[in-house]
Structure formats: C-alpha cells, structure tokens
C-alpha cells in the first residue's frame, strides 16, 4: 500500500505528506507510482498467456504522468474523445493499443483516430457505424470495429454509473446486434474485429460481468454462424475498489473465470478506478470548525469543485488526519467547502479529533478526482504530484488566478 503512517505523519511511499504540503501547498493531489504500478500489473498478470490488453480508461484520470507511468509498463488505453487521443500520445503511448468508445465521435474525431492507426473503434449505434464507414471510405482506409452492445444486467451499482441496462444511452441493444454487423461485414471500408461491452462503473459483485459475457459469447456464437468471425472481446471496466470495509472483487478470480468462458479470444478490459482509484488521495486543510446545537461542521480549503463524488453519487472517502498525533474538538464532523451549495460536502458524519489548521487525507481519491474538477465558484484547480519511493515531481501546477479568466474576453464598447 502506497499510504502508511509512519511516525504517527500519513506518508505517501517513503514521502511524508506534511513535507508536500509545505512545498506544494493546500488542496492537493497526491499519487502513488508504484501503487498504480502494481494495479495495472495485477491485471495484466492474471491474464498469464491468454491473449490480451489491459486498456487504462483515461477518463478516471488523465494526468500525462499517469498516462506516461502506464504507457512505459505496456499498458493500451480506453480513450473517449480527441483530447484524450492527444493526451495519450504525446504521453507516449502506442495508436495500436487504443481503443476508441464514447457515444458520440466526431468526423474530426475519427479521422484522427484512422491516421494515427488505433486499435479498434468500440462503435454504439448504426449511425456513428455509417459516419465512421463514411469518414473511413473519404480517406479510402478500412476502419477496425467493434459494436457496443447493451446485454441488460443489472451491474447493482448507482444508477448514474449504471450503463448495462436496457434504458441506457449507451450501445445497441444484443437483440439488435446482428443486421449491423452484417453491414459492416459487407462494408469495403469497415473490418470487423471485435464485440464490446461495458455495464457500469464500481461493481463490488463478479457474477453481473459474468452473465453479461455469457450473453456476448451467445451473440459471438450467432455471428460465427453467418461467417462473421469477432477475434477480440472487450468486455470495458468497472471493477470497484474498496472505500470503505467494503468486500470487492477479487480480480484474479475475474479474469480467470474470464478465460475459462472465452477458449482462445482475445480479450480487452478498460479498468480506470481499479487502476488509480486507491493510488491517490486528496489532501485539504481545516479552516474554520462551526458547531452549533444541531450539527458540527468542519469548513475545509477543498470543496465539490476539487472533488465532486460525494455530491454526485453520495461516494463515502475515508477522512484520515495528516498527523496521527492531533489533539482536537471530538465530535461527529460533516466536512464542508466554500462552495455556495448545500451539496458541497466531502464528508458526512466522520467522528474526528479536530482543530483549526489540521490536514486531512481524503483517501480513494485518484479515480475521477482530479478529472471531474472544475472552476466552479472561480476556483483555481488544485496541484497534481507524483511520489515514487522517496521522490516526488510536481504533475501538474497548481492554477492560478490569471489562468482562470485568460481565455476571456470583455465586450468592446
Ligand atoms: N470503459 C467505458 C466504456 C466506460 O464508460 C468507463 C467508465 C470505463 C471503461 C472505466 O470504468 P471504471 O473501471 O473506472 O469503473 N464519474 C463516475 C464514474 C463514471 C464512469 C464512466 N465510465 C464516478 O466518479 O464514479
């Protein structure tokens, strides 16, 4: 584990947080190397000779030393827009061990994607499957695909990262599958490759992946039958991590029962939570305690902005204190930012020993932390560092002031 006390001060690797703070300031970002290391590793390991490609899902978090960290250990990564096509490479990642998914690709996006020669495009509808044909038969280039296909299980996960199900805007219904693979089978600019699908996001329990392999290896089973042969199944992310105390899913167990299904297809996974989620966490500093008869409140430097999670899917982060050795107010604290929102919380109900200029580590915080920030509240976001044993590089500055009006522009008269 990347996080330890060690002299009674919360260390990152051999790094001890307090120096960080002092040197980078408050909120902030801290990550582990060797943590995101070791979780990529625990996939691809478990695959052992089957053939395969564990594909980091950049979106949980797309910083450049994250994507170069991954990149230099082999990894492929799941992209879903331009940017994060950029992002990728510049970071030094390989186009052939890319895949595209997202529910609305661009022409611009597309052609990109052809030039630089990525792996496969996991495709959700017959529409985006005749623009990219279409995109595809302008630069007379033959695109690989993959269709998205929607198996309803239930992933039994929030419902806003809840993607399997018949109602979701992702992929096309499994019942739907076969006359547009038909179409791209006979398409002189379409080269079918693959079968994708991905149910959601934080799943704690195996047997919702399971059965939706199941319906993708029936489907599989149908194509081969009118001669349309699928050589890789991509079968997305959403292995969850722990929070809390919370049981898990143990990974090696889930691949292996994945290759026991699969005979000799190759497979793809898209983990991004279970790759980074735990490596990071965020670190922010107690401004003001504000107690009265009904309720505690720690009003804190960090806030939905930083990390909007809590807010959004009610996601509970372990609160640890910076420094073991605090002697503070014991109550049950909600920790709260300087947002103008009910909703900006980060915390609810945490029994701590508080006091006024104490650091907390919010912890499980690497995964769509720093991604989902924002300005909101004109809100510089906050700086991104790497530790790797004793070492630690600034990843990403800290905004400023001016960076957060230097693309505005006041009307003339
Ligand atoms: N592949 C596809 C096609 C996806 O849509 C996603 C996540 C992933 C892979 C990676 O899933 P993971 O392994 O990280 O569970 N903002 C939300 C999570 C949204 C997930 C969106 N898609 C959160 O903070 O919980």
Redesign the pocket.
């Known amino acids: 584990m990347g996080f330890s006390y060690q002299n009674h001060i919360l260390h990152t690797e051999s790094v001890n947080i307090t120096d960080l703070i002092e040197i980078y300031g408050s909120p902030l970002y801290v990550y582990s190397r060797t943590d995101i290391e070791n979780n990529w590793y625990e996939f691809d390991q478990a695959f052992g000779t089957h053939p395969h490609l564990v594909c980091y ?1 950049v ?2 978090n797309s910083n450049l030393a994250v994507l170069n960290i991954l990149s230099k250990i082999g990894s492929g990564f ?1 992209i ?1 827009s331009i940017g994060e096509l950029e992002r990728v490479l510049f970071a030094g990642a390989d186009a052939s061990r890319c895949v595209f ?2 529910v609305a690709k661009t022409k611009a996006e597309i052609k990109r994607a052809l030039e630089v020669g990525i792996f496969c495009f ?1 495709v959700e509808s017959m529409a985006e499957m005749n623009r990219i044909e279409q995109v595809a038969k302008d630069m007379d280039m033959q695109a690989p695909i993959s269709l ?1 296909v929607n198996p309803n299980v239930d992933a039994k996960t ?1 419902p ?2 809840s ?1 399997g199900l018949k109602e979701s805007k ?1 992929g096309v219904d499994i019942d739907d599958a076969i006359p547009i693979y038909q179409m791209a089978h006979n398409s002189p600019y379409l080269t079918v490759k693959g079968l ?1 699908c ?1 149910i ?4 704690i329990e195996v047997s919702p992946f399971l059965d939706a392999l199941d319906k993708v290896l029936e489907l599989v089973a149908k194509l081969d039958k009118i001669s349309i042969r699928i050589t890789h199944l991509d079968l ?5 991590i722990k929070y809390d105390n919370e049981q898990t899913i143990d990974i090696n167990a889930y691949i292996v029962s994945i290759i026991n299904k699969v005979s000799d297809l190759k497979v793809i996974l ?6 980074i ?1 735990n490596a990071g966490i965020f670190i922010t500093k107690v401004e003001f305690l504000k107690q009265n008869s009904y309720k505690s409140f720690a009003v804190i430097d960090g806030a939905m902005n930083d990390l ?2 809590p807010a ?2 009610q ?1 509970y982060h372990q609160v640890l204190p910076v420094n073991e050795n605090t002697k503070g107010v014991d109550a049950n604290w909600d920790l709260v930012g300087p947002i103008c929102e009910t909703g900006d919380f980060l915390a609810i109900n945490r029994k701590l020993l508080l006091s006024e200029g104490d650091y907390l580590a919010l912890m499980s915080t690497g ?2 932390g720093f991604s ?1 920030s924002s300005n909101y509240n004109s809100r510089p976001r906050v700086a991104e560092v790497m530790v790797s044993g004793n070492q630690h590089t600034l990843v990403r500055e800290r905004e400023t002031i001016q960076d957060l009006f230097n693309k505005e522009y006041m009307v003339d008269d």
């Open positions: 899902a979106k949980a799941d879903v998914s997202g996991n998205r929030h806003y990262i993607t992702f994708d991905h959601g996001s934080q799943l997305g992310g959403g292995v969850g898209e983990p991004g939570r279970a790759i989620g909007l999670s959004l899917y996601t995964a769509y989902m």
